[in-house]
């Protein structure tokens, strides 16, 4: 491999586009903006872009790295000097860069001063020599799995305590790029309708095996025009299975309790036929505006959206409503790294207690919904046990008119007996869980 060279200019617009990627979301904006400003372009863009997502996927273990040569967390450094350190570990130590790149890594002192404070020039031109020797020590499994796949340790512990040595087969599918999925709105299309578009678009495209309606598009394109008409929305398979499990239909009343940005909303409104009622809650005023755009371009006419925490819905509903409810609860979205790279640095193994409080208090009013003999699906894209099997059997516990309907495919059994779960690495989708539940009494 020959050595890699980077000049000034280089190097400053990978820093500033670091920088910015803090401020600006997505990153992909904060790249162009920094990019444009440096006038990079052709060649120069599509490697600089290279490095720039390879410093994004790495972030966690670039900033263990500074913790472990400065001593506190880059969190807390002055963010022109976070940003230069962190593509100098990129550079440095996951890249093999020429004599004359690693001057210009010297030379960035310089430009820090100018930038910022000269204090943070000194300290950085004090630290890059440590930088540029920086060997890890890998001594354990878990180590070697953080470096080859670039997880957090605790991630990878879990994982492994899941699934033993299958996690790393887990851990490499997390990595790699899911096609975009999409699922037909019969409300407003057919299937043949969407793929003889695709078709006329020369894209190549598969039908899901699991969903007849969910389609993968194989090609780089970007199915927009699908979404303005209402025709498909963006839904990963294993999202899609979760309305044909809860299976509405027509003249029931339902309640869609975390719903925004209205996936599952838009395919039970098509499986009840827009026939009866959906009463959709996110607390979340953004994704709501997002929900009530989708359900109008697929012309759900049955929904109403309710802008309002979750767990205050039986108070304004009342109890024993709904024939069915579905509890797509928020969770740390584990499960769809491989869709959201990024997102495996920023969730905090701290964290999961607090969503699990979050998810116990949200079934408690789910159940308090449904009618005797309804229904309720309560799902989530994580796949930690404790936000799934263990809020069911929390659940399960405290209810003895609860009864969980077993799931019979078309994933694995979960660790509880007649839930089921969706695997990235054995289904080639997201992860997801599921379990039903019937309320006995009808
Ligand atoms: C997994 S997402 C839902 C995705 C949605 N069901 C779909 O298929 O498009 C979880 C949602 O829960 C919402 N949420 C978080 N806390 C909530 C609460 N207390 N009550 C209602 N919704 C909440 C979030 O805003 C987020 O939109």
Not at 79 to 95: D, G, H, K, Q, S
Request: net charge neutral; proline share 5%.
């Amino acid at each position: 491999m020959p050595k890699l060279k980077l000049s000034d200019r280089q190097l400053y617009a990978l820093i500033e586009a670091v920088k910015l990627g803090e401020e600006i979301k997505p990153s992909q904006s904060a790249k162009r903006t920094a990019f444009a400003k440096y006038r990079i372009d052709g060649w120069e863009n599509s490697k600089l872009t290279g490095i720039f997502y390879s410093i994004q996927r790495r972030l966690g273990l670039i900033d263990e790295i500074i913790e472990e040569l400065v001593g506190v967390s880059p969190l807390i450094l002055d963010p022109w000097l976070r940003a230069t350190m962190r593509v100098a570990v990129e550079v440095a130590v996951f890249r093999d860069p020429s004599e004359k790149t690693r001057q210009h890594l010297k030379g960035l002192a310089q430009f820090l001063s100018k930038r910022t404070h000269p204090y943070a020039g000194y300290y950085y031109y004090d630290i890059l020599p440590r930088i540029l020797e920086y060997m890890p020590v890998i001594d354990s499994e878990e180590k070697r799995l953080k470096w080859d796949y670039l997880f957090p340790e605790w991630f990878i512990r879990r994982m492994k305590g899941l699934l033993g040595d299958e996690a790393e087969w887990l851990l490499k599918a997390l990595n790699e790029t899911l096609p975009t999925s999409i699922r037909v709105n019969l409300l407003k299309a057919t299937i043949e309708d969407v793929e003889g578009y695709l078709g006329r678009k020369n894209v190549r495209f598969e039908r899901s095996e699991r969903v007849s309606t969910v389609i993968r598009i194989l090609d780089p394109f970007n199915p927009e025009w699908l979404f303005n008409k209402g025709w498909a929305i963006a839904q990963e398979e294993a999202a899609a299975v979760a309305s044909l499990l809860l299976a509405p239909e027509p003249g029931e009343t339902v309640v869609d309790l975390a719903a925004a940005p209205g996936g599952k909303t838009a395919h039970m409104a098509e499986l009840m036929k827009n026939e009866g009622k959906i009463y959709a809650f996110d607390v979340d005023g953004a994704r709501i505006k997002r929900m009530r755009e989708v359900l109008k371009r697929t012309d759900v006419e049955i929904a109403e959206t309710i802008r309002a925490d979750g767990r205050k819905a039986p108070d304004m509903l009342g109890e024993g409503i709904a024939d069915r409810v579905m509890l797509d609860a928020p969770c740390t979205s584990d499960g769809t790294i491989a869709k959201n790279p990024e997102l495996r640095w920023r969730f905090r193994e701290k964290n999961i207690q607090k969503v699990v409080a979050l998810q116990r208090e949200l079934i408690e009013s789910a159940w308090r919904l449904l009618r005797p003999g309804g229904r309720m699906l309560y799902s989530t894209c994580s796949m930690l046990p404790e936000e799934n099997e263990g809020v069911v059997k929390w659940f399960l516990g405290r209810h003895d008119d609860a009864e969980l309907v077993p799931l019979n495919g078309p994933y694995d059994e979960g660790f509880l007996p007649g839930t089921m779960r969706a695997w990235p690495h054995r289904h080639g989708t997201i992860g997801f869980f599921y379990a039903l539940m019937e309320k006995k009494g009808d």
